[in-house]
């Protein structure tokens, strides 16, 4: 079991606890992290592009011109590529992005961003998110506290005060808070910070074992 600190909303220790070291103390499978964020990433595009083929362009079906004796090109519709207003030939057209990632793929591109987070001491614990209500201010003092200017990422349990603080967070720039079920590789990898509660720790070291 690795040992971390506990701190206080105000930045003070409290205590101390136990991370499982099946998922934060492991040797960081890097190719297994750039698979899950290649999959999430590709499964953000909307893939809704598309582009008028023959089929959908207007105009009319009739030939333009006789087929001989005008000593231009033979042409039967005024629709095909070539022509001003005409189709686009092999547009992109609506297509799903995703890709396919294994479970366990996904769970060790987890517990390798997890653990690659405590060795660069980028992790934090805290005891609680308590907000008694939507207040901001109280979400700007704990990040001053702690001093964290850049992308932060919390996680929390949704049994605890989840909705408040979420709400409180919400339009602060550099903070992001999910669900410790909801946690995923990109989001770990892309934020500078990851703060996790205690009891959510506790949970991502059951789960993601």
């Known amino acids: 079991m690795s040992k971390i600190d506990v701190y206080n909303q105000e930045a003070k220790v409290v ?3 136990d991370l499982a070291d099946a998922v934060f103390a492991i040797e960081p499978n890097q190719q297994a992290m750039y698979d899950a964020i290649l999959a999430y ?3 953000l595009r909307q893939g809704t592009h598309a582009t ?3 089929a959908y362009v207007s105009g009319t079906g009739k030939k333009p011109f006789r087929q001989k004796g005008t000593g231009r090109a033979r042409q039967g519709s005024t ?3 070539q022509w001003r207003h005409g189709a686009i030939a092999f547009g992109p057209q609506p297509r799903k992005y995703g890709v396919k990632t294994n479970r366990k793929v996904r769970r060790l591109a987890l517990r390798s961003a997890l653990s690659e987070k405590l060795a660069g001491e ?3 614990v805290i005891d609680t998110l308590n907000f008694d209500g939507i207040k901001t201010k109280k979400a700007v003092a704990l990040m001053n506290a702690f ?3 850049r992308k932060t990422l919390f996680v929390a349990d949704p049994s605890e ?3 408040n603080a979420y709400m409180s967070m919400r339009n602060i720039p550099n903070a992001l808070l999910v669900p410790v079920n909801e946690l995923n590789v990109y989001d ?3 934020a500078d910070r990851l703060v996790f509660t205690e009891k959510a720790a506790e949970t991502a070291g059951e789960v993601f074992a």
């Open 52 to 54: 008028l083929t023959r």
């Open 161 to 163: 005060d989840y909705d």
């Open 41 to 43: 990433q590709a499964g």
């Open 79 to 81: 629709r095909a590529t």
């Open 15 to 17: 205590k101390s606890m």
């Open 188 to 190: 770990i990898v892309n």
């Open 122 to 124: 980028k992790l934090t």
């Open 147 to 149: 001093g964290f200017d």
